[in-house]
Every structure is written in C-alpha cells, then in structure tokens.
C-alpha cells in the first residue's frame, strides 16, 4: 500500500512569515499534485508535478518534487490571512487513482 | 476548465433511510470517476473506483452492498448509500480526470448527515 506522510498537520503563523509543508513517501509516484481545500467544499487543484527535480511557481507559492518522485515540498513566501487553508498532497499511481496525504490545516493570523 | 458537479451539496435525513448522491462531468466525458469520504478534520479516503459500463472496484474495507455505485453514462456516476446510519454520516466527495494524462478535479463535496 503506497502511503504519503504529509507534515506538519497542523501549522498557526503570523503574516509575512514563510511556511514549508512536507510530504515524503517510500513508494514512487507518476506525478504529485497539491490541492487547496475549504471548508465544505471539494478540492482545488493549485499545482501538478511529474518530473523528478522539477519545480513550479505559484506567485508565492513554490512547488518542488523530489529527483527521486518519492517526496515534495510546498513552500510559502510571506504567507498572508488569504493562503489559510487545508492543504492537500495527492500522489498519483496506476490506474489514474490517487493516495492523499493527511493534509496541513494552515492558519495565517493577521 | 473541467467542471465536474456534484449534487445534492447537502443531506440531512433519518437512519435507515438510503440517499442518492449524483456525480457528474460537465463539459468532458470521463469512463472513469473515482468516490472518497473525508471524515471531520481528516483527509480524503478513497472509497471506490467507478467504471463506465462495467461494475465499480471498491477499496479494502468499504461494502460494495452499502455503498452501490452506478457509472451507467459518459458523464454521470451515482453513488447510493443504503440504510444509511449515523456512523456513515460524511463529506463525501466525487472527481474525475478529464483524460488519462491529466489531474483529477473534484465535484464541491454533498455533506451528509443520518439523524
């Protein structure tokens, strides 16, 4: 069973300061994506990567995938009250299925 | 973009009552849509796998018989959860990728609630 550690679960900041979210796994995934998540509502996608070592920019918001494809990484530039939200990894595997990591319940405080 | 509709968005109804939720794809048409859940304050758990034209593949641990699945068109996937009791009371959430090569986009979630 291929599995996604997603951390921290829970991180509380105060504006402008830079946040990384985590999200390691011993299995190789085909591509990873990132989603944003409010309450009451479905997922929203924000980034997907498929490349070992590639890196996306997002305005604030930096992606990277492992060379490897087995861990990425969300970073937060000057995090603001907007980016608090629950953020979601997702790796992809055979058959267009996908594993989610536990998710990250971010709240920027002004 | 991809749009994919879920409905209702909300369902309050007694135990033993079964509830119809429906999943659909907008503007593309997918033989494949997939079923979570996410309890409260946890991440989404992949219930089942729906097949366009054939029977659905259900995850380890989720009853075929309680959750019933039907992908019966292109862009149309029900999921009925039957004799509903409080403990199946859940977010749960439909998506579908537009084509094999692309990310999945998800339906706004039906919140359901067995009193």
């Known amino acids: 069973t291929q599995l996604l550690e997603q951390s921290p679960q829970f991180l509380s900041i105060q504006e402008g300061e830079n946040l990384t979210v985590y999200c390691n796994s011993s299995?190789?995934?085909?591509?990873l994506q990132w989603y944003r998540q409010e309450p009451g509502e479905g997922p929203v996608l924000l980034v997907t990567v498929v490349t070992g070592g590639e890196v996306k920019k997002l305005k604030r918001l930096t992606f990277q995938f492992g060379d490897a494809r087995k861990d990425s990484s969300l970073h937060i530039t000057a995090a603001q009250p907007g980016d608090t939200g629950l953020y979601l990894c997702a790796g992809g595997t055979g058959a267009q299925k996908l594993v989610f990591g536990q998710g990250t319940r971010l709240t920027i405080n002004p | 973009g991809a749009v994919v509709s879920q409905h209702p968005s909300r369902v309050i109804c007694k135990s033993g009552t079964s509830v119809k939720i429906e999943c659909r794809s907008l503007?593309?048409?997918?033989?494949?849509m997939f079923w979570y859940r996410q309890f409260p304050k946890q991440s989404l758990m992949l219930m089942a796998t729906?097949?366009?034209?054939?029977?659905?593949?259900?995850e380890q641990g989720v009853e075929k018989d309680k959750f019933l699945i039907n992908h019966a068109s292109l862009t149309l996937s029900t999921l009925t959860v039957t004799s509903a009791h409080p403990e199946d009371s859940s977010f749960y959430i439909c998506?579908?990728?537009?084509?094999?090569?692309?990310?999945?986009?998800f339906g706004d979630g039906t919140r359901l609630s067995i009193l």
């Open positions: 729906s097949n366009e034209g054939s029977k659905a593949t259900y």
């Open positions: 503007d593309f048409q997918a033989t494949t």
């Open positions: 299995s190789v995934f085909s591509s």
């Open positions: 998506s579908a990728p537009p084509d094999g090569n692309q990310p999945q986009h």
